[in-house]
């Protein structure tokens, strides 16, 4: 895989059987998903996306569109193609790894072998609450705290971090107050949707409608938690991706006195 400023790969695994393609919550960075590197295990190689205006790419300008931040991810899309992926959005990151699926598609690239999403409302439904992303600074901070929580209180203290925080999350909260689902057929690939069960953002029975936009399975699992989930559910939910994408062995097939078949257990 070649180095690129979209993507970061915090522990290279060349010999992994499938690549995790991580896309961050609104204001989010590929440090949100750090804690989970390990967690993968050696089969998996973690690639957490980098969206412009964070991260490594802090210096760029944060985008105002879904359309425009998968532009810059499909551009450079071929090398993460070279073995089997799967997607994992949250919050706003399900959005942009919906969208990039089915850019891939429309493009006939490789697709992924599976889609899973975190905290995100489905697509079609739109945003849950007015928007927000034109208040001003103190408004649009409280509204951000009140709806999601989760804004680090270090962030508070630091004016500086404030300043790149707040800029990035009011680009992504433009981008996701302003899009509008086109509708197109399902996806090939199955689904599985977590949702917090503590969540008041984003509920588990506005997370079911995701079944609408997958012609294979889908899957949603109600996990302890809010709208950002602790340790201990991100632990069960990296089991549940491990369960579903890494190949199974197939089970080993021996003959019977009588000349059949029959499985190894």
Same mark, same amino acid.
């Given at each position: 895989?070649v180095p690129s400023s ?7 695994? /060349?010999? !992994? /059987?499938?690549?995790? $393609? ?8 590929? #440090?949100? +998903?750090?804690?989970? *590197? ?5 089969? %998996? ?12 790419r802090f210096r760029e300008?944060?985008?105002? /569109? *879904? ?5 810059? %991810? ?11 992926? !799967? ?16 850019? $891939? ?9 599976? $889609?899973?999403?975190?905290?995100? =409302? ?17 408004? +649009? %901070? ?12 270090? *962030?508070?203290?630091? =004016?500086?971090?404030?300043?790149? +925080? #707040? ?17 197109? !057929? ?11 069960? !503590?969540?008041?953002?984003? #509920? ?27 340790? /201990? #559910? ?6 549940? *991706? ?24």
């Amino acid at each position: 895989m070649v180095p690129s400023s979209d993507f970061f790969v915090p522990q290279p695994r /060349s010999s !992994a /059987s499938v690549r995790l $393609l991580c896309f961050p919550h609104a204001g989010g960075a590929p #440090t949100a +998903f750090f804690p989970w *590197i390990t967690l993968l295990g050696p089969d %998996i190689e973690g690639v957490c996306v980098q969206y412009p205006g964070r991260g490594q790419r802090f210096r760029e300008k944060s985008l105002t /569109s *879904i359309p425009e931040m998968v532009d810059g %991810i499909v551009r450079r899309f071929n090398d993460l193609s070279s073995k089997p992926f !799967a997607f994992y959005g949250h919050s706003l990151g399900g959005w942009v790894a919906f969208e990039l699926a089915r850019r $891939l598609r429309r493009m006939g690239m490789p697709t992924p072998q599976h $889609l899973f999403v975190g905290a995100s =409302r489905p697509p079609h439904l739109g945003p849950a609450f007015d928007p927000i992303h034109a208040l001003p600074e103190t408004e +649009f %901070i409280e509204a951000l705290q009140t709806r999601y929580g989760g804004i680090p209180t270090v *962030i508070y203290q630091d =004016r500086e971090i404030l300043n790149l +925080f #707040t800029a990035a999350m009011r680009a992504d909260f433009t981008a996701y107050e302003l899009h509008r689902m086109e509708h197109e !057929a399902p996806l090939p690939m199955p689904i599985t949707a977590f949702a917090g069960a !503590a969540d008041d953002a984003v #509920t588990a029975a506005s997370m079911e409608e995701w079944a609408i936009h997958t012609d294979a399975e889908f899957e949603l699992n109600v996990v302890p938690g809010g709208h950002f989930f602790p340790p /201990s #559910t991100v632990e069960t939910l990296i089991e549940t *991706i491990r369960d579903r994408v890494i190949p199974k062995p197939a089970t080993p097939m021996v003959r019977t006195a009588a000349g059949g078949t029959s499985a190894c257990k």
